[in-house]
């Protein structure tokens, strides 16, 4: 059982920067795959971003590969994701997910879910 916790959400003007911050509780964060998915109003989950156990590999939606920055420490149980030159369209609820085996790269591969932190960026 993997329990996550978002953090780092907030209120920011386009062009702005957010860290934003998965805690996992458990002993088995080094043996999970993470990502970043998030979901704007009337809009379906997207994938956003993942990384493998290790840290070794990650890749990005296309979109976002250019402004956003994942990462994970494993020694503080903790994924994050840097988020710099933030778009309006950028806003969204924001979630992190857990996978075993591979990295999730749809909402539908994820096993473990957070409860998501709120990005709202102004124009």
């Known amino acids: 059982q993997v329990q996550l916790v978002e953090s780092g959400g907030g209120l920011v003007q386009a062009g702005g920067s957010l860290r934003l911050s998965c805690a996992a509780s458990g002993r088995i964060f080094s043996s999970v795959h993470m990502g970043w998915f998030r979901q704007a109003p009337g809009k379906e989950r997207e994938f956003v971003a993942a990384?493998?156990?290790?840290?070794?590999?990650?890749y990005y939606a296309d979109s976002m590969k250019a402004r956003f920055t994942i990462s994970r420490d494993n020694a503080k149980n903790t994924m994050y994701l840097q988020m710099d030159n933030l778009k309006p369209e950028d806003t969204a609820v924001y979630y992190c997910?857990?996978?075993?085996?591979?990295?999730?790269?749809?909402?539908?591969?994820?096993?473990?879910w957070g409860q998501g932190t709120q990005v709202t960026v102004s124009s």
């Open positions: 997910g857990a996978k075993y085996g591979t990295m999730p790269r749809a909402g539908s591969q994820v096993e473990y």
């Open positions: 990384i493998s156990r290790s840290g070794g590999s990650a």
